[in-house]
Protein backbone atom coordinates (compact mmCIF):
# COMPACT_ATOMS: atom_id res chain seq x y z
CA UNK A 1 0.00 0.00 0.00
CA UNK A 2 1.13 3.08 -1.31
CA UNK A 3 0.68 5.81 1.84
CA UNK A 4 -0.52 9.07 0.20
CA UNK A 5 0.73 12.32 0.36
CA UNK A 6 -2.15 14.11 2.26
CA UNK A 7 -1.69 10.80 4.87
CA UNK A 8 1.65 11.36 5.17
CA UNK A 9 1.00 15.15 6.28
CA UNK A 10 -1.85 13.77 8.96
CA UNK A 11 0.69 11.38 10.50
CA UNK A 12 3.69 14.07 10.70
CA UNK A 13 1.04 15.90 12.33
CA UNK A 14 0.02 13.26 14.56
CA UNK A 15 3.89 12.99 15.76
CA UNK A 16 4.50 16.52 15.97
CA UNK A 17 1.63 16.70 18.33
CA UNK A 18 2.10 13.63 20.57
CA UNK A 19 6.39 15.22 20.88
CA UNK A 20 4.96 18.42 22.31
CA UNK A 21 2.72 16.68 24.62
CA UNK A 22 6.36 15.02 25.46
CA UNK A 23 8.34 17.85 25.62
CA UNK A 24 6.02 19.84 27.58
CA UNK A 25 5.66 17.13 30.44
CA UNK A 26 9.15 16.52 30.74
CA UNK A 27 10.05 20.72 30.33
CA UNK A 28 7.44 20.99 33.47
CA UNK A 29 9.54 18.04 35.46
CA UNK A 30 12.67 18.91 35.21
CA UNK A 31 12.57 22.75 35.47
CA UNK A 32 13.24 22.63 38.83
CA UNK A 33 16.52 21.16 38.75
CA UNK A 34 18.69 24.15 39.04
CA UNK A 35 16.79 25.61 42.02
CA UNK A 36 14.90 23.00 43.65
CA UNK A 37 17.73 23.60 46.59
CA UNK A 38 17.19 27.17 46.67
CA UNK A 39 13.56 27.00 46.89
CA UNK A 40 13.31 24.63 49.78
CA UNK A 41 15.96 26.71 51.82
CA UNK A 42 13.95 29.53 51.03
CA UNK A 43 10.69 27.89 52.41
CA UNK A 44 12.04 25.37 55.00
CA UNK A 45 15.73 26.98 55.72
CA UNK A 46 18.32 23.91 55.86
CA UNK A 47 16.31 21.51 58.76
CA UNK A 48 15.27 18.49 56.54
CA UNK A 49 16.77 19.61 52.96
CA UNK A 50 17.82 16.73 51.95
CA UNK A 51 14.44 14.92 52.73
CA UNK A 52 12.52 17.38 50.79
CA UNK A 53 14.77 18.12 48.07
CA UNK A 54 14.20 14.11 47.34
CA UNK A 55 10.84 14.75 47.62
CA UNK A 56 10.55 17.04 45.31
CA UNK A 57 12.74 15.08 42.19
CA UNK A 58 10.63 12.06 43.05
CA UNK A 59 7.31 13.15 43.53
CA UNK A 60 5.97 13.24 40.12
CA UNK A 61 7.49 9.63 39.62
CA UNK A 62 5.50 8.25 42.82
CA UNK A 63 2.55 9.98 41.54
CA UNK A 64 3.19 8.30 37.70
CA UNK A 65 3.49 4.99 39.15
CA UNK A 66 0.39 5.25 41.14
CA UNK A 67 -1.91 6.76 38.16
CA UNK A 68 -0.31 4.94 34.89
CA UNK A 69 -2.90 2.15 34.97
CA UNK A 70 -5.66 4.52 35.93
CA UNK A 71 -5.06 6.38 32.67
CA UNK A 72 -4.78 3.32 30.41
CA UNK A 73 -8.36 2.69 31.54
CA UNK A 74 -9.52 6.48 31.11
CA UNK A 75 -7.69 5.49 27.33
CA UNK A 76 -9.39 2.51 26.81
CA UNK A 77 -12.94 3.59 27.79
CA UNK A 78 -12.92 6.93 26.45
CA UNK A 79 -10.43 7.56 24.09
CA UNK A 80 -6.65 8.25 23.76
CA UNK A 81 -7.80 12.27 22.81
CA UNK A 82 -10.59 12.50 25.64
CA UNK A 83 -8.18 11.43 28.19
CA UNK A 84 -4.91 13.41 26.87
CA UNK A 85 -6.57 16.32 26.61
CA UNK A 86 -8.02 16.12 30.87
CA UNK A 87 -4.19 15.09 31.56
CA UNK A 88 -2.21 17.83 30.35
CA UNK A 89 -5.21 20.54 31.67
CA UNK A 90 -4.79 18.59 35.15
CA UNK A 91 -1.53 18.91 35.04
CA UNK A 92 -0.73 22.57 33.90
CA UNK A 93 -3.34 23.25 36.73
CA UNK A 94 -0.74 21.41 39.39
CA UNK A 95 1.88 23.27 38.19
CA UNK A 96 0.35 26.71 38.19
CA UNK A 97 -0.49 26.11 42.05
CA UNK A 98 3.11 25.05 42.56
CA UNK A 99 4.10 28.69 41.05
CA UNK A 100 1.15 30.26 43.49
CA UNK A 101 2.14 28.29 46.61
CA UNK A 102 4.78 29.31 50.01
CA UNK A 103 4.60 26.38 52.21
CA UNK A 104 6.88 23.33 51.55
CA UNK A 105 4.29 20.38 52.42
CA UNK A 106 1.79 21.59 49.51
CA UNK A 107 4.51 21.91 46.83
CA UNK A 108 5.13 18.23 47.59
CA UNK A 109 1.50 17.36 47.42
CA UNK A 110 0.84 19.32 44.49
CA UNK A 111 4.15 17.49 42.82
CA UNK A 112 2.39 14.02 43.44
CA UNK A 113 -0.87 14.83 42.50
CA UNK A 114 0.93 15.63 39.29
CA UNK A 115 2.42 13.03 38.56
CA UNK A 116 -1.20 11.09 39.28
CA UNK A 117 -2.53 13.33 36.83
CA UNK A 118 0.51 12.04 34.06
CA UNK A 119 -0.86 10.30 31.56
CA UNK A 120 0.60 11.89 28.72
CA UNK A 121 3.29 8.94 28.07
CA UNK A 122 0.47 6.28 28.18
CA UNK A 123 -2.18 8.43 25.82
CA UNK A 124 -0.10 10.04 23.27
CA UNK A 125 2.00 7.10 22.12
CA UNK A 126 -1.04 4.80 22.13
CA UNK A 127 -3.22 7.38 20.33
CA UNK A 128 -0.18 7.96 17.88
CA UNK A 129 0.53 3.97 17.24
CA UNK A 130 -3.34 3.72 16.40
CA UNK A 131 -3.21 6.45 14.06
CA UNK A 132 -0.08 4.86 11.78
CA UNK A 133 -2.57 2.12 12.81
CA UNK A 134 -5.06 3.16 10.52
CA UNK A 135 -3.33 4.35 7.80
CA UNK A 136 -1.58 0.69 7.35
CA UNK A 137 2.25 2.28 7.73
CA UNK A 138 4.93 1.42 10.36
CA UNK A 139 5.55 3.75 13.69
CA UNK A 140 8.70 3.03 13.94
CA UNK A 141 10.35 6.07 13.11
CA UNK A 142 8.21 8.13 14.51
CA UNK A 143 8.65 6.42 18.20
CA UNK A 144 12.50 7.26 17.00
CA UNK A 145 11.57 11.23 17.00
CA UNK A 146 9.54 10.80 19.99
CA UNK A 147 12.89 9.51 21.77
CA UNK A 148 15.08 12.38 20.42
CA UNK A 149 11.84 14.99 21.15
CA UNK A 150 12.53 13.54 24.99
CA UNK A 151 15.80 14.18 24.95
CA UNK A 152 15.48 17.27 23.59
CA UNK A 153 13.40 18.32 26.44
CA UNK A 154 15.56 16.99 28.95
CA UNK A 155 18.10 19.46 28.16
CA UNK A 156 15.80 22.14 27.55
CA UNK A 157 13.33 21.90 31.00
CA UNK A 158 16.87 22.52 33.42
CA UNK A 159 17.72 25.31 30.72
CA UNK A 160 14.51 27.00 31.50
CA UNK A 161 14.27 26.39 35.20
CA UNK A 162 18.00 28.38 35.39
CA UNK A 163 17.23 31.59 33.26
CA UNK A 164 13.85 32.19 34.50
CA UNK A 165 14.22 31.68 38.10
CA UNK A 166 14.43 34.98 40.05
CA UNK A 167 14.73 36.65 36.19
CA UNK A 168 11.23 39.05 37.76
CA UNK A 169 11.81 39.66 40.82
CA UNK A 170 8.52 41.47 41.17
CA UNK A 171 6.82 38.45 41.27
CA UNK A 172 6.13 36.42 44.56
CA UNK A 173 8.61 34.25 44.44
CA UNK A 174 11.52 33.76 42.58
CA UNK A 175 10.44 30.60 41.38
CA UNK A 176 6.48 31.42 40.42
CA UNK A 177 8.48 32.29 36.83
CA UNK A 178 9.53 28.78 35.51
CA UNK A 179 6.57 27.33 36.99
CA UNK A 180 4.20 30.02 35.39
CA UNK A 181 6.27 29.04 32.03
CA UNK A 182 6.19 25.23 32.58
CA UNK A 183 2.34 25.22 32.95
CA UNK A 184 1.41 27.84 29.87
CA UNK A 185 3.52 25.08 28.08
CA UNK A 186 1.53 22.75 29.15
CA UNK A 187 -1.93 24.33 28.48
CA UNK A 188 -0.70 24.97 25.02
CA UNK A 189 -0.18 21.49 24.46
CA UNK A 190 -3.73 20.87 25.90
CA UNK A 191 -5.43 23.67 23.55
CA UNK A 192 -3.10 21.78 20.30
CA UNK A 193 -4.31 17.88 21.22
CA UNK A 194 -7.94 19.92 21.17
CA UNK A 195 -7.36 21.33 17.92
CA UNK A 196 -5.60 19.07 15.83
CA UNK A 197 -5.15 15.64 17.56
CA UNK A 198 -6.83 12.98 15.71
CA UNK A 199 -9.59 11.14 17.51
CA UNK A 200 -8.53 7.17 17.04
CA UNK A 201 -11.21 6.18 19.71
CA UNK A 202 -13.39 4.00 16.88
CA UNK A 203 -9.86 2.58 15.40
CA UNK A 204 -9.69 0.58 18.70
CA UNK A 205 -12.95 -1.35 18.18
CA UNK A 206 -12.89 -3.45 14.96
CA UNK A 207 -9.58 -4.73 17.47
CA UNK A 208 -11.61 -5.84 20.26
CA UNK A 209 -14.00 -7.16 18.23
CA UNK A 210 -12.18 -9.39 16.17
CA UNK A 211 -10.03 -10.55 19.03
CA UNK A 212 -13.51 -11.52 20.64
CA UNK A 213 -14.64 -13.41 17.29
CA UNK A 214 -11.21 -14.92 16.90
CA UNK A 215 -11.50 -16.23 20.68
CA UNK A 216 -14.86 -17.62 19.64
CA UNK A 217 -14.10 -19.25 17.02
CA UNK A 218 -11.04 -21.30 18.13
CA UNK A 219 -13.35 -21.91 21.04
CA UNK A 220 -16.07 -23.45 18.85
CA UNK A 221 -13.12 -25.50 16.20
CA UNK A 222 -11.85 -27.02 19.82
CA UNK A 223 -15.38 -27.80 20.72
CA UNK A 224 -16.47 -29.33 17.68
CA UNK A 225 -12.83 -31.09 17.40
CA UNK A 226 -13.38 -32.90 20.45
CA UNK A 227 -16.40 -35.27 19.86
CA UNK A 228 -14.86 -35.93 16.42
CA UNK A 229 -11.47 -37.06 17.93
CA UNK A 230 -13.50 -39.26 20.93
CA UNK A 231 -15.66 -41.16 17.93
CA UNK A 232 -12.49 -41.77 15.98
CA UNK A 233 -10.27 -43.26 19.37
CA UNK A 234 -13.48 -45.20 20.33
CA UNK A 235 -14.11 -46.65 16.49
CA UNK A 236 -10.22 -47.40 16.40
CA UNK A 237 -10.01 -48.82 19.76
CA UNK A 238 -13.09 -51.33 18.83
CA UNK A 239 -11.95 -52.30 15.70
CA UNK A 240 -8.72 -53.34 17.27
CA UNK A 241 -10.23 -55.62 19.71
CA UNK A 242 -12.43 -56.80 17.46
CA UNK A 243 -9.72 -58.51 14.52
CA UNK A 244 -8.29 -59.98 16.92
CA UNK A 245 -11.18 -62.36 18.15
CA UNK A 246 -12.57 -62.96 14.24
CA UNK A 247 -8.58 -64.51 14.12
CA UNK A 248 -9.03 -66.84 17.20
CA UNK A 249 -12.31 -68.57 16.48
CA UNK A 250 -11.23 -69.92 12.93
CA UNK A 251 -7.63 -70.45 12.96
CA UNK A 252 -6.01 -72.96 15.75
CA UNK A 253 -2.16 -73.07 16.27
CA UNK A 254 -0.36 -76.64 16.21
CA UNK A 255 2.79 -75.66 18.09
CA UNK A 256 5.18 -76.57 14.87
CA UNK A 257 7.08 -74.26 13.09
CA UNK A 258 4.33 -71.82 12.55
CA UNK A 259 1.99 -73.27 11.16
CA UNK A 260 -1.91 -73.02 11.67
CA UNK A 261 -4.75 -75.49 11.59
CA UNK A 262 -8.31 -74.69 10.24
CA UNK A 263 -11.05 -76.11 11.95
CA UNK A 264 -13.95 -76.30 9.46
CA UNK A 265 -17.66 -76.86 10.55
CA UNK A 266 -17.41 -80.53 11.02
CA UNK A 267 -14.70 -80.65 13.05
CA UNK A 268 -11.65 -81.86 10.71
CA UNK A 269 -8.26 -79.79 10.65
CA UNK A 270 -6.61 -79.09 7.72
CA UNK A 271 -3.35 -77.75 7.77
CA UNK A 272 -2.42 -74.31 5.72
CA UNK A 273 0.88 -72.79 4.48
CA UNK A 274 2.93 -71.17 6.87
CA UNK A 275 2.72 -67.63 7.06
CA UNK A 276 5.49 -64.66 8.18
CA UNK A 277 3.78 -62.06 10.30
CA UNK A 278 5.65 -58.56 10.52
CA UNK A 279 4.98 -56.88 13.67
CA UNK A 280 5.75 -53.01 12.94
CA UNK A 281 7.70 -51.77 15.78
CA UNK A 282 6.27 -48.48 17.20
CA UNK A 283 9.09 -46.05 18.37
Not at 54 to 83: E, F, K
Not at 173 to 197: G, K, N, R
Not at 225 to 239: F, L
Amino acid sequence: QIMGRDDERHLRCQTALVALTGISETVATTQIFPYCSRMVEAMQGTDNLALYVGLLYCGNGIGLICGTQMWAWVGSRWGCHRGLRASLFLTSLCVAGCALANSLPLVVALTVTRGLCNGVFTLGRVGLHRSYLKCGEDDTVAFGWLGAASAVATLCGPALGGITYNAWPELSHPWTLPYLCASLLLATASVAVWCFMEDTTAVAEPLVAGSTAAASGQAAGAAGTAPVQAAGSAGGHAKRQAAPAAGSSGKRADGRGGRDQDVDPAGSVTHSTSRQVEVPLVL
